[in-house]
């Protein structure tokens, strides 16, 4: 199973290494091999070579079966023009790649309700996902920049959506949500934006070939406040790339930590038994603690049970992964982002290992 490797920037650097070794981990109970192929990308490859995204790496990413990635960016690069900065790293290989679908799990570990700004009542048993489409939208519409307009500037960024993407976004929403509970949420602002009104005809045509599906509507104002007054409600949420950028950020919070969430971005076929696909923790680079061994690793190390299931089809082995950190939360060890005066505080390379202590527990 080949892996490109990109830890990329900030705390990257510290996080990708925990799940390497518990990927290890994995092999070694479970008795499989990992071939993992490093490169550089985002800020780490612009200081290296000039640009974010060098033809080396991209051409990793596409020999591989599945790319774990860190985080790209910081203030160090944030005067750059937009063309050549770290985050271009991103949106290169989703495009390249062909990574159209990204899964955002969101799930509030019980013995972290007290971490949540939310009250417990509001957030316990929230088991959601957003399914945000991921190459097209505002983000890759055209045409966009800044222009000169009647003696002053102008910016300019186009929403654009065809039919074919949001049919294959919307298969992968109903798809997912016939493995849940059977239930989708369609975000848009069809009120009063006309790709939004598109968006929500042909999310309700492909609706009808999934009878055993319930589909409703909403529009993304509503949804920004019906995440906070009542996540319950919500099983698989799908949206467009601009609304779901948001959207699931601010779904990472009811969990108490953005550090505590993975992410899965899914395109084309993988050469082994499922879709290839870019794993990664949705937070960033966090560049005022990085090389402090504070981060948490968890988010990133879900990650990779995410690329065990989806790309590989190693249901029990990603079980295996999600289970041992739960055992390492349930015995009260925290990193700092989720720490309470009742917990066992450790850092980042101490809470990967003992994530990897629990995993080597598991019987393959």
């Given amino acids: 199973m080949k892996i490109a490797v990109f830890p990329g920037d900030g705390i990257g650097e510290e996080i990708v290494p925990q799940a390497i ?24 490859a612009i200081d290296r070579f000039g640009e974010p995204l060098p033809k080396e790496s991209l051409a990793t990413a596409l020999l591989a079966d599945a790319v774990l990635l860190g985080a790209v960016g910081g203030p160090k690069w944030e005067g750059l023009d937009y063309s050549v900065r770290p985050e271009r790293a991103l949106l290169g290989l989703r495009e390249q790649m062909g990574l159209y679908a990204n899964l955002r799990p969101v799930m509030l570990f019980p013995m972290l309700a007290g971490a949540s700004t939310l009250k417990s009542e509001v957030i316990e048993g929230i088991n959601l996902l957003v399914v945000r489409e991921l190459t097209g939208g505002i983000y890759f519409g055209s045409p966009r920049g800044v222009e000169k307009y009647e003696g002053h500037e ?115 076929e993988s050469r082994k038994t499922g879709l290839k696909g870019m794993y990664e923790p949705i937070h960033g680079s966090a560049p005022d603690i990085a ?5 948490n690793p968890i988010a990133t190390i879900l990650s990779v049970a995410m690329m065990l299931q989806y790309t590989f089809g190693l249901d029990r082995e990603a079980i ?45």
């Fill in 21 to 44: 070794a518990v990927l290890e981990g994995i092999g070694k109970v479970f008795n499989h091999q990992f071939d993992f192929q490093y490169g550089f990308i985002g800020g780490a």
């Fill in 154 to 268: 102008r910016g300019v960024n186009t929403e654009v959506y065809t039919t074919p993407e949001i049919v294959r976004i919307a298969k992968v929403a109903f798809e997912t949500a016939r493995k849940r509970r059977k239930k989708v949420t369609s975000v848009d602002k069809a009120n009063v934006l006309e790709v939004s009104e598109l968006w929500r005809k042909v999310v309700t045509e492909i609706h009808k070939d999934y009878p055993d599906v319930a589909l409703s509507h909403m529009y993304v104002d509503n949804c920004a406040m019906q995440l906070i007054r009542n996540p319950r409600q919500f099983d698989v949420l799908v949206t467009t790339n601009l609304f779901g950028d948001i959207l699931s950020d601010e779904a990472a919070m009811l969990t108490g930590s953005i550090g505590m969430l993975p992410s899965a971005s899914l395109g084309g």
């Fill in 291 to 295: 090389g402090k061994d504070v981060a």
């Fill in 320 to 364: 295996a992964i999600e289970s041992a950190v739960f055992e390492v939360l349930k015995e009260g060890y925290r990193t700092e982002d989720i720490y309470s005066l009742d917990n066992k505080k450790v850092g980042t390379k101490e809470m990967g290992r003992l994530i990897l202590e629990r995993l080597k527990g598991h019987r393959g």
